[in-house]
């Protein structure tokens, strides 16, 4: 391996503290630079403090997790997900010390080692060996393997009362669910810069409101907990209503085509930008152990992870007002109690994401690429039970992926914040609450 480089390791000294700690700006001249809060104080002035920067810039960034936890949490992605890849073994990771020795995920001394190994940096035989190994979504950095959205490290940070208490105090919501989501492995040189975008349509939603038909934007909280350092790029201020009427005023024209069911909207670099949001762009280095909240309306963006950085480790945990929502069943003709019931009693992944969209477990851009789910497929060998066909629109079947059931699953525990009675529903139904 080669010597740490400068960047932040994560694995060393507390993330928690009293002191207040500062992300540099994109800029580097301190002037877009955030302050992290202490997410661990839920005193009412501290409270306050965090809800007052969220309401100001549209996200807020808390210290969240000590060393010794992300560490767990890394340990525990490897222990039931990067391991547990089911690639011919010549695909197949190999974690290994410096010396070359082989090193066991399950053996308490081979833990500094381990972590050393695949936190990083990386040198290049390794990063490319664990490109070869990576689970699908590779790209994105966040796979949908089913056990991805049920890691018991997770549901303890899903369940946290000082995040929830966080959380209801800026959401302004006493009664709040839990995303299901997805954990986050994004390898260096991995994530695309893709330009500004909205995870909602600002111009359906405006319509809306002009109609009489309420605000039917995204409600809630957005969240991201960092094990190993990362990145947020946003546009501060933009979730404002105030903004949010100047932008459709401004934008509308240069966006003819913008159908109202669309679910999301992207700028277009090509396109005239009048309020300068381009140039607005900031991206907040976020250290490890923090958790960075953002308001769902927030324009925000992605970025590839550096070469020489450290491999992004976390998970998204994001918040909305409890109760099955009725465009979860337009969607998929699925009750979302239920299918969160269904997605967390038998280890399943959901059947959408929060923002509606389906989940897809291998990329939905597979379908129009096949050559790319082809290399899966040969790095899965002949005969896998995973291999199937699906009945593409012309109708006839082609080769698919499909995830493997997790044996032996047991649904992680509940804390009395984690688990209501949903008599309304069913009797002896839990609800997956928090
Ligand atoms: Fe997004």
């Given amino acids: 391996m080669p010597p740490a480089s400068a960047a932040p390791q994560p694995t060393e000294g507390p993330a928690l503290g009293k002191r207040k700690e500062r992300c540099e700006s994109a800029a580097g001249d301190g002037s877009g630079a955030e302050t992290i809060l202490d997410g661990r104080d839920t005193s009412p002035a501290n409270l306050k403090r965090i809800k007052t920067a969220y309401d100001r810039n549209g996200l807020v960034c808390v210290s969240f997790l000590a060393a010794a936890k992300c560490d767990d949490l890394i340990l525990e992605q490897w222990k039931h997900v990067l391991l547990k890849q089911e690639w011919a073994e010549e695909y197949r990771m190999k974690v290994r010390a410096r010396d070359g020795t082989v090193l066991d995920v399950d053996n308490a001394d081979h833990r500094r080692e381990f972590l050393k190994s695949v936190v990083g940096p990386l040198d ?41 208490q966080i959380a209801s105090t800026i959401a302004e919501e006493d009664n709040l669910w839990v995303d299901v989501n997805r954990s986050i492995q994004k390898l260096p040189g991995q994530g695309e810069n893709e330009f500004l975008h909205f995870d909602f349509n600002p111009f359906m939603r405006q319509a809306m409101m002009a109609g009489g038909g309420g605000d039917q934007g995204p409600k809630g909280v957005c969240g991201k907990a960092c094990y190993t350092p990362s ?119 959901p059947t959408l994401w929060p923002s509606f969209d389906t989940v897809n477990f291998h990329p939905k851009k597979f379908e129009n690429f096949p050559h790319l789910l082809q290399a899966y497929i040969k790095k899965l060998g002949p005969g896998h039970p995973m291999i199937c066909t699906r009945i593409a629109g012309a109708g006839h079947a082609v080769p698919a992926i499909k995830p493997m059931p997790l044996l032996g699953y047991q649904p992680p525990a509940l804390s009395d914040l984690g688990v209501s009675c949903a008599r309304e529903w069913a009797t002896t139904a839990m609800s997956v609450c928090v």
């Fill in 231 to 349: 990145r947020f790029v946003y546009v501060e201020g933009t979730h404002t209503d105030q903004f949010q009427t100047e932008f459709v005023t401004e934008y509308k024209e240069h966006y003819p085509n913008v159908k109202m069911s669309d679910k999301k909207f992207g700028l277009d670099a090509k396109k005239p930008d009048p309020l300068e949001l381009a140039a607005r762009k900031r991206v907040m280095l976020v250290p490890a152990g923090s958790l960075v909240i953002w308001h769902p309306r927030l324009l925000h963006g992605q970025m590839k992870t550096p070469i020489r950085d450290p491999v992004e480790y976390g998970t998204y945990v994001g918040f909305f007002p409890a109760g099955s929502r009725q465009a979860y069943y337009d969607k998929c003709q699925v009750d979302e109690l239920q299918d969160r019931l269904n997605s967390y009693l038998f280890g399943r992944m």
């Fill in 124 to 164: 290049t035989k390794t990063r490319k060996m664990m490109e070869t190994g990576w689970p699908l979504h590779r790209g994105f950095g966040a796979c949908c393997d089913p056990a991805v959205f049920h890691l018991e490290g997770v549901w303890g940070i899903r369940q946290d009362p000082d995040l929830y």
